[in-house]
């Protein structure tokens, strides 16, 4: 039987997690594009970065967008949660500190979940002083939407 996540599920699978699966609308057609995220559950939002390209010019015209994520045992044992919210792009010194928040707390979830640490902090702090800095956005999130399925 198929089932709705409470919010702390919900908040659970965002959290344990660090890639999804983002949807955006361009020229009318839908688009759905994997993405590296993090959840920020105090800001109750997800940050993101990307460089100029398709994605960060869609998202400029048309604010809307979905994130999905999935935790998937077996057919008949999984959570998955929609994301519904709009893009919010980020300068200056917010840019550099969400990046920076972002660096550390996907760091801290690939040493929980794969048993090995990376050396994040790096690749992240010299794109911060680097004139290619990537698009760093935020999803602001409107309504959180989860489903499980547990035999």
């Known amino acids: 039987m198929i089932k709705s996540l409470e919010t702390t599920e919900k908040q659970f699978v965002l959290s344990s997690n660090y890639i999804g699966n983002l949807g955006y609308i361009y020229?009318?057609?839908?688009?759905?594009?994997?993405?590296t995220y993090f959840y920020n559950k105090e800001q109750n939002n997800i940050i993101c970065y990307s460089g100029n390209g398709h994605k960060i010019n869609a998202l400029r015209k048309n604010n809307a967008m979905a994130l999905s994520v999935s935790n998937i045992d077996s057919v008949n044992d999984w959570k998955s949660v929609l994301v519904l919210g709009f893009y919010k792009e980020h300068s200056a010194?917010?840019?550099?500190?969400?990046?920076?928040?972002?660096?550390?707390?996907?760091?801290?979830l690939i040493l929980k979940k794969e048993f090995r640490d990376l050396d994040f902090?790096?690749?992240?702090?010299?794109?911060?002083?680097?004139?290619?800095?990537p698009v760093i956005f935020t999803i602001e999130i409107d309504e959180i939407i989860g489903r499980k399925r547990k035999f």
Request: aromatic share 10%; hydrophobic share 35%.
């Open 121 to 133: 902090i790096n690749q992240f702090s010299s794109k911060i002083y680097d004139d290619d800095m």
């Open 93 to 108: 010194s917010t840019a550099k500190s969400l990046l920076h928040e972002f660096s550390l707390g996907v760091k801290d």
């Open 27 to 35: 020229h009318g057609q839908p688009f759905v594009v994997p993405i």
